[in-house]
Nanobody, 115 residues
C-alpha cells in the first residue's frame, strides 16, 4: 500500500497561483495511477486531474488551461499546478493513488481563494 501526504495549500488572491504536492511512501510509486480531487463546501468530491502510471494525463474540461498535473517518480511526488485561481476553486484538495483495484487517499490540503 501507499501513504500520501499533500502540501502546498493556503490562502491566495483571485488570479493567483498555487502548486500542490503529494508525497508518496510505502509501495512502488511509479506503478500507481495518481489523481487530484477536490471537495468544495457543500458539494461532492470531484475529479480535478489524473496522471496514469504511463504518464497519460487527464484534466477536467472546466480546468483545462489553468491546472496542470505532473509526476516525478524519482521523488515519488505528484504535483498540481493551479493558475488563474478564482473563488470557485476554494476547496479541500485530495491526492489519490490507485493500483490493482485498491485506492488510497491523503488527508487533503485546504485551498482558499479570496481577496
Amino acid at each position: 500500500q501507499v501513504q500520501l501526504v499533500e502540501s502546498g495549500g493556503g490562502l491566495v488572491q483571485p488570479g493567483g497561483s498555487l502548486r500542490l504536492s503529494c508525497a508518496a511512501s510505502g509501495d512502488i510509486f511509479r506503478l500507481y495511477d495518481m489523481g487530484w480531487y477536490r471537495r468544495a463546501p457543500g458539494k461532492e468530491r470531484e475529479l480535478v486531474a489524473s496522471i496514469s502510471s504511463g504518464h497519460t494525463v487527464n484534466v477536467v474540461d472546466s480546468m483545462k488551461g489553468r491546472f496542470t498535473i505532473s509526476r516525478d517518480n524519482v521523488a515519488k511526488t505528484v504535483y498540481l499546478q493551479m493558475n488563474s485561481l478564482n473563488p470557485e476553486d476554494t476547496a479541500v484538495y485530495y491526492c489519490n493513488a490507485v493500483r490493482a483495484g485498491a485506492s488510497y487517499w491523503g488527508q487533503g490540503t485546504q485551498v482558499t481563494v479570496s481577496s
